[in-house]
């Protein structure tokens, strides 16, 4: 079992900035890719960043210029630094990591969601 515990998330006033963390643990071998998703009211949840275990990065266009994702790969955690804020990014943030286990079968796990709200 992958588990993930996020943290970092608050009430920030516009312009503001804040910082997601995301720290795997658990039973498996190796991690592909960690990314981050979001959750508005009433909106599906969509995707906002991904990083590689290469590091290859990937953004959604929305974000692009504001966020950073990075990743400590002695401590399987991946970070979301949120510089910028708008209130169009209050949503609640979800952690998603994906790998391998030890039974070699594949793994996708998701966080519980952390709250980021931006006031205007």
């Known amino acids: 079992q992958v588990q993930l515990v996020e943290s970092g998330g608050g009430l920030v006033q516009t312009g503001g900035s804040l910082r997601l963390s995301c720290a795997a643990s658990?039973?498996?071998?190796?991690?592909?890719?960690m990314g981050w998703y979001r959750q508005a009211p009433e909106k599906q949840r969509e995707f906002v960043a991904r990083?590689?275990?290469?590091?290859?990065?990937n953004y959604t266009d929305s974000v692009k210029g504001r966020f950073i994702i990075s990743k400590d790969d002695a401590t399987n955690t991946v970070y979301l630094q949120m510089n910028s804020l708008k209130p169009e990014d209050t949503a609640v943030y979800y952690c998603?990591?994906?790998?391998?286990?030890?039974?070699?079968?594949?793994?996708?796990?998701w966080g519980q969601g952390t709250q980021v709200t931006v006031s205007s």
């Open positions: 990083i590689s275990s290469s590091g290859n990065t």
């Open positions: 998603n990591v994906n790998g391998r286990r030890l039974s070699l079968r594949n793994f996708d796990s």
């Open positions: 658990g039973s498996f071998v190796s991690i592909a890719a």
